[in-house]
């Protein structure tokens, strides 16, 4: 039995003194939010760091994905995996926007760029697949179609900050890429999130969204609501991105003791990464059946061990909002998944003893 709980994540902090030094800035200056210093400073080190073209901080990575469908001015069909957070839907939703679902790859997890062409229809506007856990979709086709068509592309890059296809960050890809910078999230502000795009007039329509609207005059331009980053958001997020590096290269370490030690259980497969590379935001493993994966959630739950069924029930299934759309794949993964605690901190002790749990169970 663990004696403190281990959770599916534990978010990484700074040194404590690294955090409060900003916040003396702030306290000094007195300005707390409104594209303040810290978070320029914020999407400066961003851009920097990623090698990404621009980026723009919001308040979370939900306002991210509806900030980036409102500067494309979609209004109609979006396909999207049925595979994701809720909130990939609720994004598009709260835009006035379809979401039409396409079914996901069985191996990587996601949408199945093969399926693609078939759900387009003469409403369709964009397709907005999601790197499901750091895991880089196949851009290339997806652009493919998307040029073919006339689409445009948003990408749901909320777990996908550190992945990277052929050496360049995932979000560098898309019309726009959205992600997060929730607690739960490799680099974390506590709640935050942002844009990423090529484009310099959409990355000034994506400023402009998030402050109700407002150019620099602070006349009205476009709509917009209030999707900014605070100063202590940004504090935070300066404070973590120091040690983005030892971050992912600690997952990765982590992540490849797991992968060695599961490799003996005939029972269990594990994502497929296709394109590029995976940053580790999760480690997801799939179960020959659900009975045995609630098994050793059980047994885990016992031990004071928390692993989490991302992403389950299939999203698609969620029928108080949505009309069902069945996904026979989607809907097979996700009653068979389940992310064990992988984070910044766990130790080889601590995944030895889950593995020995999943053993047993
Ligand atoms: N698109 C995708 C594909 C996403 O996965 C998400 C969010 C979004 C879009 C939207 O991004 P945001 O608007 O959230 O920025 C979590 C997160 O709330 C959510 O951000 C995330 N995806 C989703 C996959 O997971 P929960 O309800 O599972 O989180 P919770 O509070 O149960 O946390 C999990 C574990 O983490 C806890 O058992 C303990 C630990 N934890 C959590 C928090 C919040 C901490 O140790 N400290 C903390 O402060 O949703």
Known sequence: MNNSPLY????????????????KGI?????????????????????????VSSFTAMSNGTIAIQSAIKALRLHGEIITTPFTWIATISAIKWERCKPVFCDIDP???N??????????TENTVAIMPVHVFGNPCDVEAIQKIAYKHGLKVIYDAAHAVGSKINGESILNFGDISATSFHATKILNTAEGGGCVTRDPD?????????FFGHDQTKDIVTDGFNGKM?????????????YLDK???????????????????SFMKF???????????YFPVVFDNEERLVRVEKNLNAANIFPRRYFYPSVNTFTAILENQHMPVSEDIAGRILCLPLFSGITFENIDQIISKIAKS
């Open 107 to 109: 191996d990587t997890f």
């Open 202 to 210: 959409l990355a000034d329509k994506l400023s402009q969204i998030r």
């Open 247 to 265: 971050i992912l290269e600690e997952r990765k370490e982590k992540a490849k003791y797991y992968n060695q030690k599961l490799a003996r259980f």
């Open 8 to 23: 599916v994540t534990t978010p990484f902090l700074p040194p404590l003194e690294e955090y409060v030094d900003l916040l």
């Open 230 to 242: 605070n100063e202590l958001q940004a504090a935070l997020g300066l404070s973590v991105i120091r």
């Open 111 to 120: 949408i199945d760029a093969a399926k693609i062409e078939a759900c387009i």
């Open 271 to 281: 994502q497929r990464v296709d394109y590029g590379e995976t940053n580790f935001s």
């Open 27 to 51: 306290w000094n200056s007195g300005i707390l939010t409104h594209n303040g210093p810290l978070v320029q400073q914020f999407e400066k080190v961003l851009i920097e760091k990623l090698g």
